[in-house]
């Protein structure tokens, strides 16, 4: 096969963190990578391109069926069916870029720079202002230098002239001695002006030669003198120069060892800009995802949680502003009892069971006292309200069965558990919830809902599928309060299977709710200052994927006490001056 034709495929591309992993038809063709979103809106045109010259492509390391393909800040994640479809994949991109001249000399040709002859001028002028100032001196000492150089050599030719002069006359006076003539008279060579040193008068030869021509008035001494002087003076001055040089060296050395120092702060501020600006562009990828190969750390993990469910609770007290309250009727306390009037219709044998298993077992389980009990750690205590925890953990997922107690005044547990189940006004107190739906109402006490939570990222999204029933509990002895109980756990349903969108939770969720009355003075009726409703609120939350155990922990410690509170609230708002039902 032509390793140049046209390769289409349907690939998952990874398109954001609300909506994860899409189906894309993936086309190869003349060294370019292109996408559609389907097959059949081709006519539509493309709804992203690559060249793959300069493509990067990067197998994952963990996920055998991902590819990673960047362009400079630009990154495709996709995922081939199976690893073998990504080997394919891998090749083909590959033997584009080669065929198509990548790395050929044809594509490495240079082009000219369009540096200006300003730009090039200045960097030949650099030399500041500061620096003529500083080189002043050393000008200086250099032209003094150059005025030394020219009087030594105007003292060294006058020197010279006269041992030349002093030579010629000792080879005159050895050529007349030859001849029988003796010397002259050292009078009249005195006579002569001519300056001889002191120590030649007394020397061995004859002082009567004549002296050359232009030798008279030169005076010896005076110019050794000045000569010594010339030379200590050039010595003084390039020591001067020499120090001066030493000087410049230093503060060079000191400017460059400045902007050596600005160039490391620079190139350190570069890398980690590169390395954020990387960061944000990539941030809301797949490998920042909640699981054990997540690159982000439990910090930013829980920070980024914080933040998301900071913006929830702003968003939320502004739409609370402006929700129109609804009027819903609370049915009779004997329509959710089991031994009242009202007789499941729908409900099967195997749920009436599993539902009565559940009951039977919240009753048994949940009402006892936590007093004493190790195993449960007081996490948070507010007022009446105190939640405990168990920490347990299976297979590195969070389980910790939570428990809170609470006692709210004003309120009967047949209305705060009409209004926890009752779905037609879940979504007045339920803030996390994204969306649901009933999916079977199996009878007038209990129904199967499917919802969605609302994402927090990095999280992944949750959904779950539950079966939520009330029932009104009678007291087997006189003295004890009737109970009011709701209870959600989770179910399996035809009609609502898991998506690859969302994760699964699993849950077992219990309302327990008794109300105790306290007899008004004379003969008044009760009001609402003479009801305290006691509350058990018992979860037991299956998350379904891996996330840090320190977060999930801390979320519930906010979340949880936040949620009793919020709803104890809205019942005690929808039940105030209205009849009290019992």
């Known amino acids: 096969m032509n390793s140049m034709c046209r390769r289409c495929v349907v690939l998952h591309e990874w398109t954001n963190y609300i909506h994860g992993w899409q189906d894309r038809w993936v086309v190869l063709k003349n060294n370019t990578l292109s996408y559609y979103k389907s097959e059949d809106e081709r006519e539509y045109g493309c709804r992203g391109s690559l060249c793959l010259s300069k493509a990067i492509i990067t197998p994952h390391e963990f996920d055998e069926c991902r590819i990673d393909i960047s362009v400079n800040d630009s990154v495709w994640?996709?995922?081939?069916?199976?690893?073998?479809?990504?080997?394919?994949?891998?090749?083909?991109?590959?033997?584009h870029k080669v065929e198509s001249g990548y790395g050929s000399e044809s594509s490495l040709r240079r082009h000219g720079s369009m540096l200006s002859l300003t730009s090039a001028a200045s960097g030949f002028s650099a030399t500041s202002t500061s620096s003529f100032k500083k080189?002043?001196?050393l000008r200086e000492k250099l032209a003094e230098m150059e005025t030394f150089r020219d009087i030594l050599c105007r003292q060294v030719d006058t020197l010279q002239k006269y041992f030349d002069g002093c030579a010629d006359g000792v080879s005159k006076d050895e050529f007349q001695r030859d001849k029988g003539t003796n010397g002259f008279d050292k009078k009249r060579l005195?006579?002569?002006?001519?300056?001889?040193?002191f120590g030649l008068l007394y020397l061995n030869w004859p002082l009567q030669l004549p002296l050359p021509k232009g030798m008279n008035g030169i005076d010896f001494k005076g110019e050794a003198i000045t000569f010594k002087a010339t030379t200590a003076g050039i010595l003084s001055t390039l020591s001067h120069c020499i120090e001066l040089m030493v000087k410049r060296e230093d503060s060079w050395q000191k400017r460059l060892d400045k902007e050596l120092e600005k160039r490391r702060r620079v190139e350190d501020a570069y890398k980690s800009a590169l390395s954020e600006l990387k960061k944000k562009s990539h941030y809301g990828g797949p490998d920042y995802e909640e699981g054990p190969n997540s690159l982000i750390n439990e910090e930013e993990f829980f920070d980024a949680v914080e933040a998301a469910l900071d913006r929830q609770d702003k968003i939320e007290e502004q739409s609370e502003k402006v929700r129109i309250p609804r009027l819903t009727p609370v049915p009779p306390g004997d329509a959710y009892s089991v031994i009242g009037t009202h007789r499941p219709l729908h409900l099967t044998s195997d749920c009436l069971s599993q539902v009565e298993d559940v009951v039977q077992n919240h009753m048994t389980y949940s009402l006892q006292d936590m007093g004493g009990d190790a195993n449960w750690q007081l996490v948070v205590e507010e007022g009446e309200m105190k939640v405990y925890r168990r920490e347990v953990e299976e297979n590195g997922i969070v389980l910790d069965p939570l428990k809170a107690t609470h006692a709210v005044k004003g309120v009967t547990g047949h209305e705060l558990c009409h209004y926890f189940w009752d779905t037609d006004v879940r979504n007045d107190w339920e803030t996390t919830i994204e969306n649901f739906n009933v999916v079977e109402t199996l009878s007038d006490n209990a129904v199967i809902v499917y919802q969605t939570h609302k994402r927090v990222w990095p999280a992944s999204q949750r959904d779950v599928l539950y079966l939520s029933a009330i029932r009104k509990i009678l007291a087997t002895n006189e003295n004890d309060p009737d109970t009011w109980l709701v209870c959600n756990f989770s179910v399996d349903h035809d009609n609502a299977q898991p998506t690859n969108r969302c994760i699964r939770a699993k849950i077992n969720v219990a309302m327990i709710c008794q109300t105790l009355v306290s007899p008004p003075e004379g003969n008044k009726e009760i009001s609402r200052d003479n009801v305290l409703c006691k509350i058990t609120y018992v979860a037991n939350v299956n998350p379904g994927g891996w996330a840090p155990a320190s977060v999930l922990r801390a979320v519930a410690k906010r979340e949880y006490p936040k949620f009793l509170k919020r709803f104890t609230g809205y019942v005690q708002e929808k039940t105030s001056g209205k009849p009290i039902l019992f």
């Open 77 to 95: 994640y996709l995922r081939a069916e199976d690893p073998k479809h990504r080997l394919r994949w891998i090749d083909s991109i590959e033997l």
């Open 135 to 137: 080189g002043h001196s």
């Open 190 to 197: 005195l006579n002569n002006h001519f300056k001889v040193p």
